[in-house]
């Protein structure tokens, strides 16, 4: 709960400089390790347990749906794109070289996100 204290105490300074606030009634959080069977409130935010978003990737209790949310989709998102370089009019050659180019940027930008 500490550390928790703390990085809102950064969100809050960041605020402060930049005009930027956090809105803690729109803010859901959860409680994930060691605490995620806890039932105690979590400072003045909304607990839930659904899955949520953060910095692009979600987060649930479900890892099924983690990794269905996470990697599926964007394993169906790359199929699309690469099946798009596929329909170009392109040599056998053109095509392996555009479908592994396009490959390792899905899979480096995705994993940045």
Not at 18 to 29: D, M, P, Q, V
Not at 49 to 74: A, H
Request: hydrophobic residues 35%; positive net charge; contains cysteine.
């Amino acid at each position: 709960m500490d550390s928790l204290k703390s990085h809102l105490q950064v969100i809050d300074w960041f605020g402060a400089v930049s005009g930027l606030k956090l809105s803690k009634k729109k803010t859901n959080a959860m409680w994930l390790g060691t605490m995620k069977h806890s039932r105690s409130k979590i400072l003045e935010f909304k607990r839930t347990k659904d899955p949520i978003k953060v910095l692009g990737s979600f987060l649930s209790y479900n890892q099924n749906k983690n990794v269905k949310e996470n990697l599926m989709t964007r394993i169906r998102k790359m199929k699309t794109k690469l099946n798009l370089w596929l329909s170009r009019d392109l040599t056998l050659y053109g095509r392996s070289v555009s479908i592994n180019l396009r490959s390792v940027y899905v899979i480096c930008l995705e994993s940045s996100n």
